[in-house]
């Protein structure tokens, strides 16, 4: 599980925090690594990201942001709100993705980074995370943010 734009307007800790109270609930951080062993011999890491504190939130309803996002037709992520966090999880992911020695390497994060829908390609994933995923030859990256199947 990982938080996503909405989430963050309202209290993600408090998300993170119920993975203590639900053992149907996995949730453990805002970015964390998964590892699943499949049959005898092959290993799966699945990297969680958030790309909210990567890339900043956008504008939204809630956040008084709505018509300013329509005006301006930008569907593009505001910027880190806490650049210090944001640094010490690009950090991470180059750290875990660089010590993987899985067989498949998957990342999730909330936002594309390639899209040809309404809110387009995530130019802070397409400037940092892309080039990590092809240097560490990642198998996928799956987001969530446009609720589309794009392939």
């Known amino acids: ?7 963050h307007f309202g209290n993600v800790s408090a998300q993170v925090a119920y993975t203590n109270h639900s053992h149907k609930w996995h949730f ?3 970015y964390y690594k998964l ?3 499949v049959g005898d011999s092959t290993t799966v890491d ?3 990201i958030d790309t909210i504190v990567l890339c900043g939130n956008t504008a939204d309803i ?3 942001g709505f018509f300013d996002m329509l005006w301006n037709k930008s569907h593009d992520p505001e910027g880190p709100t806490d650049p210090e966090k ?3 999880q690009w950090q991470w992911i180059r750290e875990t993705l660089n010590s993987s020695r899985a067989d498949y390497l998957f990342v999730g994060g909330h936002y594309p ?5 309404s809110h387009g390609p995530t130019h802070c994933l397409l400037e940092r995370l892309d080039p990590m995923l092809k240097a560490f030859n990642v198998s996928a990256y799956f ?3 446009d609720h589309t199947l794009q392939v």
């Open 1 to 7: 599980m990982i938080a996503g734009n909405h989430d």
């Open 28 to 30: 453990p951080n805002l």
């Open 35 to 37: 590892t699943f062993n």
């Open 46 to 48: 699945v990297l969680m």
């Open 62 to 64: 809630e956040n008084g």
């Open 86 to 88: 944001a640094e010490e």
């Open 113 to 117: 980074i390639h899209s040809v829908a």
């Open 143 to 145: 987001a969530g943010h």
